[in-house]
């Protein structure tokens, strides 16, 4: 066996999943790769998974391999391990019912590939190949690959009432793939929006995020503000007021930092956006670093606001560098550095005129950023345990027992060593909580 038929799958996966189709068909069964694999290497995309699609059922799959898992055996599909790869293969089969909008009530085997191929999405996804390269395509995907559309199969009103994410997914697949909608897919999706209500959050979310994570997510962007698929959702989704013109920088983000720019371009406080992101089903930890990333630029341009505020008047043009440098300082005790590092990365994209400050805020503004890696740097602690005394040691030294002051006291303590104005030395930092208490 050779694997040529494949360019841009790992050759040792497709060797393995030749593997499978051969065995099935040297029982007397039919077997294709099948889906987005085949579409990837026509597209010349890289190709990560294989899905395979078989007349055997899947009792007659299991008989015939070692190592299977009973993935969703009540839909016709199983995993077959072949040499440390998992493939998908499921039985030829065809769907009805779908009482909640996205999983069939009803399910039946059938002996014709393209009686399997019609319950498919769109065209480009309902190609066939067999062993040797040869291709099933009932649907013109290859000939709609070519003409760079997205087309679903059959009436495009029946396969978005079968399933609402498919809406979604198909501008995710115009957006990633740059394609254009077919006319009556792109009607049948109008039609058919409120269908989105029923999906839940976390498939939409999941959606989303590889459309934000593609070469283009500005043009997805815009076909869901043009649809407006995403009113339709169980949870709101105020892109609708995102201000595009802010987005233009975004393909240069990380992907978790995408989502951040169109939280920022939406003008969502970090309260409002917290909610949303539970809402929307992300893990806390992409929830915490967005929530931070808006606190810190709130955060940020009130203090420029306040230091630029307290110039001297008539000298507006002067920028207090080192009370910059300490409200820098402050926001990364507060939010870590981490956090800071995005926000840098998130500043550079945006464009100066998105904040609407005062000039003389925004002079302050842009200081911090030019000045904000050289600070983070100077600050080699910012975290109070870090520091080189601990709280036991600071009750003894002082003999007084422990309250709220003692966490003041390790708070301006840190502050202290972070801003470089005392060392990290266990008897200076003794010595400066007792000359605090005493003026105290």
Aim: negative net charge; aromatic residues 8%; contains cysteine.
């Amino acid at each position: 066996m050779n694997t040529n038929t494949w360019q841009y799958a790992d050759q040792e996966m497709a060797f393995h999943g030749r593997e499978v189709i051969h065995t099935l068909t040297a029982a007397g069964h039919e077997a294709y790769w099948v889906g987005g694999c085949v579409r990837d290497e026509l597209l010349g995309r890289a190709i990560h998974d294989m899905d395979l699609t078989t007349s055997a059922e899947p009792e007659q799959v299991i008989a015939l391999f070692p190592h299977v898992i009973p993935t969703g055996i009540q839909h016709g599909t199983v995993t077959v391990m072949q040499g440390g790869h998992a493939f998908e293969v499921t039985t030829f089969r065809t769907e009805s019912g779908y009482a909640d909008h996205r999983r069939p009530t009803e399910v039946a085997f059938v002996k014709d590939i393209r009686e399997d191929l019609m319950r498919r999405d769109f065209t480009m996804n309902a190609i066939a190949m067999a062993e040797h390269g040869e291709r099933v395509d009932p649907f013109g995907g290859e000939a709609d690959l070519r003409a760079a559309l997205v087309r679903c199969v059959g009436r495009a009103e029946e396969r978005f009432e079968e399933d609402g994410l498919r809406m979604l997914r198909c501008i995710r697949f115009a957006s990633v793939f740059r394609f254009r909608v077919a006319y009556n897919t792109w009607k049948g999706m109008i039609r058919r929006k409120e269908g989105l209500r029923y999906i839940a959050m976390e498939r939409v979310r999941v959606e989303l995020e590889k459309m934000l994570a593609g070469s283009d997510p500005l043009r997805g962007l815009e076909m869901l503000s043009r649809s407006g698929l995403l009113g339709c959702t169980k949870v709101p989704v105020p892109w609708e007021q995102c201000e595009a013109w802010a987005l233009k920088g975004i393909v240069q983000l990380q992907e978790e930092l995408r989502w951040g720019l169109l939280l920022m371009s939406c003008r969502l406080t970090s309260e409002v956006a917290d909610e949303l992101l539970r809402a929307w089903t992300f893990s806390n930890a992409v929830r915490l670093r967005l929530v931070h990333l808006l606190e810190w630029e709130t955060e940020l341009i009130y203090s420029a606001g306040a230091i630029a505020g307290d110039s001297v008047p008539g000298e507006s043009g002067i920028v207090n560098d080192e009370a910059l440098r300490r409200s820098w300082i402050r926001l990364l005790i507060r939010l870590g550095k981490d956090t800071a590092s995005d926000w840098l990365d998130l500043y550079k994209t945006l464009p100066a005129s998105f904040r609407g400050l005062p000039p003389w805020v925004e002079k302050h503004v842009a200081k911090t950023a030019e000045l904000a890696s050289s600070w983070t740097k100077q600050a080699v602690v910012v975290r109070i345990k870090d520091l080189n005394i601990t709280g036991n040691e600071l009750v003894q030294a002082i003999n007084r027992r422990g309250g709220p002051w003692l966490g003041q006291m390790m708070e301006q303590l840190l502050q202290a060593v972070a801003c470089g104005d005392i060392p990290n030395e266990t008897e200076t930092l003794l010595q400066e909580a007792k000359r605090v208490m005493s003026s105290e």
